[in-house]
Structures are given as C-alpha cells and as structure tokens.
C-alpha cells in the first residue's frame, strides 16, 4: 500500500483497523492511531468529530467532517460512524473505498457539541446519523456521569436503528439510569412539534438537552 504523508503539522495518517456495517446504509470506521499522534487523537471530548481529507478526481480532494461514535477513556479506537445520503460524495467515498487496512488523513478531534456536566440529567435527541455524536455522549455519561439520562432516538424503521444492540445493552446494564424512547416513523409517523413538546415537557427545566439530526427534526 502506497504511504500518504500529511498536508499540514496538525493533521496525521491513520489507518483503518475495521469497518463496522451497522445498518444497510451506514458503517463505523475504526482507527488506529500513530503512537506519536496518540494523545491529539484519543484525548478528546465526546460529541466532537473528526475532519476526514478524501481524494477527488475534480478538486484533488475534499475535507468531510464526521462525528466520532466512540466514547473517549473507555479503551475504545477513535471511531466515526458515516450514514450515506443520496448524492453524498463524501460520505458515499467512504462506505464504498474503505476497508481494513486502508489509510487516510485526519485532522485531531474538534467541535463544541460536548457535554457541560456530564453528572447533570440529560436529555438526549437524535435522529436518523444524528445518534453517532449522541451515541459518544451517551456512552461517556454513563460511564463517567451520575444522572438519569433519557434517550429519545427516532428513525425511518426499524431496520434503521444504529446502535440497535449497543441501545438495548446499554439499557439493560443501566436500567436505574437510563431510558431509551424508539420513535418510528413506520408505526408513528413523522414526528411533530406538537408531539414531540408533550414527550418533553416533563423535562423541561430539570435535563440537558442536546439534540442532533436532520434540519426538519431538529426544527420541530
């Protein structure tokens, strides 16, 4: 395999150790991390990301943001967890080229989707790919963190869950903490502003909220 070199001091080369297929259309890529470069890349917060620099036939290449899925100080490789959308060249790059053992550049985690307590009760939101930095936050809180935590995840059907099994093992070891809440759009339909107020008026004022999905969701 031919050795890539970085553009820039900050950004390094890191080699994919596995590539996870969590649904039919999304994949976690884990990372192995250069030792010299080890402390920029494990030693981040969770709900950050990883700016990923991704060959392009018209413009050399491209610079994609993904969010990291994997919680940090638990043992866990850096991990990002890519959904394809539909004319996602990024995204569709990804899922198709990357396998183990393949290389690519990355600038250190980044971002200030990050928890300010993690002991405060939290309201957690995603939907759809919006899970994988909430699925980072989740993970860290519960690890690390003291307080209930409820976690509201809606998807098309359920053949769309990501994190399906990680979900159900993580309510099963913390069952006096945590509360997941499926919300399906196949059985319930698209979930409204309306809907969605009586789910979390309970909580207002008492939970951290942090929300992440696609604009209408996160709209409403």
């Known amino acids: 395999?031919?050795?890539?070199?970085?553009?820039?001091?900050?950004?390094?080369?890191?080699?994919?150790?596995?590539?996870?297929?969590?649904?039919?259309?999304a994949r976690s890529i884990v990372f192995?991390?250069?030792?010299?470069?080890?402390?920029?890349?494990?030693?981040?917060?969770?709900?950050?990301?990883?700016?990923l620099r991704i060959p392009s036939e018209q413009t050399g290449s491209v610079a994609r943001c993904y969010s990291l899925s994997s919680a940090p100080g638990r043992g866990e490789l850096p991990k990002v967890t890519v959904k394809r959308t539909n004319g996602g060249y990024g995204s569709n790059w990804i899922c198709d080229h990357l396998a183990a053992g393949s290389q690519i550049e990355a600038l250190p985690p980044s971002g200030v989707f990050t928890p300010a307590n993690?002991?405060?009760?939290?309201?957690l939101i995603a939907a759809g790919s919006g899970v994988t930095p909430v699925m980072s936050i989740l993970k860290t809180a519960l690890a690390t963190g003291t307080g209930p935590i409820t976690f509201f995840y809606a998807n098309r059907s359920e053949s769309d869950v990501i994190f399906a099994e990680q979900l159900r093992e993580l309510q099963a070891a913390h069952p006096n903490r945590l509360v997941v809440v499926h919300w399906l759009e196949s059985l319930q339909g698209l979930p409204s502003a309306k809907s969605l107020a009586a789910f979390f008026r309970p909580m207002a004022g008492s939970h951290s909220a942090y929300v992440c999905g696609p604009g209408p969701f996160m709209d409403a």
Do not use: W
């Open 32 to 51: 192995d991390v250069p030792e010299n470069h080890s402390d920029k890349f494990t030693d981040y917060l969770p709900g950050q990301f990883l700016t």
């Open 1 to 25: 395999m031919r050795e890539l070199t970085p553009h820039c001091t900050r950004s390094a080369i890191l080699t994919v150790a596995e590539v996870i297929d969590e649904t039919a259309d």
């Open 118 to 123: 993690i002991h405060a009760p939290l309201l």
